[in-house]
T-cell receptor, first 112, second 116 residues
Framework: DGGITQSPKYLFRKEGQNVTLSCEQNLNHDAMYWYRQDPGQGLRLIYYSQIVNDFQKGDIAEGYSVSREKKESFPLTVTSAQKNPTAFYLC???????????FGPGTRLLVL | AQKVTQAQTEISVVEKEDVTLDCVYETRDTTYYLFWYKQPPSGELVFLIRRNSFDEQNEISGRYSWNFQKSTSSFNFTITASQVVDSAVYFCALSEPSSNDYKLSFGAGTTVTVRA
């Protein structure tokens, strides 16, 4: 089945720790995105990538980093510089820019 | 400034009632795209519809229908004969090619609760 997978479903971070969220897609999509969702709010763009080895900052990139070494994978690292990381993180992909974005099941990050 | 406004925070209806979700958007682009997504309690966003700015035809898909009116910058969504499985948060979103970041600008969402 084609789709987007995210792991883990829940992630706990200690103070000062970097953690990495996984996003994999087998839809052969060129573009991938990371969004953050806070309670009662819509989604905000963290980073996006149109092609392999290229990515751009979104609206709230501070405290986050990404890589795009493979077309299928777009991992997000939440660094210790992100002071308020507790949120629901959603990964998405689209066949090309401006095409429909399809979302994964999300990862909920909590701070211990 | 908020580009997508969903004025209704929560709507509660009894099963079989119709429910209409409002979405008002703001853009200077002549070409843009509008979307509706459903977020059930599991959290995953489910794509419902994509509409480009040049296509103002209303659309119906089963119990779902969409009313796009450029004159009022609105893209409203109606669920006819609601069912308990329709309970979810619904998001309206806007994509503007001129922004070059290909992001979706989301509204804050409307929580729909359908009671049996």
């Amino acid at each position: 089945d084609g789709g987007i997978t995210q792991s883990p479903k829940y992630l706990f971070r200690k103070e000062g720790q970097n953690v990495t969220l996984s996003c994999e897609q087998n839809l052969n999509h060129d573009a991938m995105y990371w969004y953050r969702q806070d309670p009662g709010q819509g989604l905000r763009l963290i980073y996006y990538s149109q092609i392999v080895n290229d990515f751009q900052k979104g609206d709230i990139a501070e405290g986050y980093s990404v890589s795009r070494e493979k077309k299928e994978s777009f991992p997000l690292t939440v660094t210790s510089a992100q002071k308020n990381p507790t949120a629901f993180y959603l990964c998405a992909s689209s066949s090309a820019a401006q095409e429909t974005q399809y979302f994964g099941p999300g990862t909920r990050l909590l701070v211990l | 400034a908020q580009k997508v406004t969903q004025a209704q925070t929560e709507i509660s209806v009894v099963e079989k009632e119709d429910v209409t979700l409002d979405c008002v958007y703001e853009t200077r682009d002549t070409t843009y795209y509008l979307f509706w997504y459903k977020q059930p309690p599991s959290g995953e966003l489910v794509f419902l519809i994509r509409r480009n700015s040049f296509d103002e035809q209303n659309e119906i898909s089963g119990r779902y229908s969409w009313n796009f009116q450029k004159s009022t910058s609105s893209f409203n969504f109606t669920i006819t004969a609601s069912q308990v499985v329709d309970s979810a948060v619904y998001f309206c979103a806007l994509s503007e090619p001129s922004s070059n970041d290909y992001k979706l600008s989301f509204g804050a969402g409307t929580t729909v609760t359908v009671r049996a």
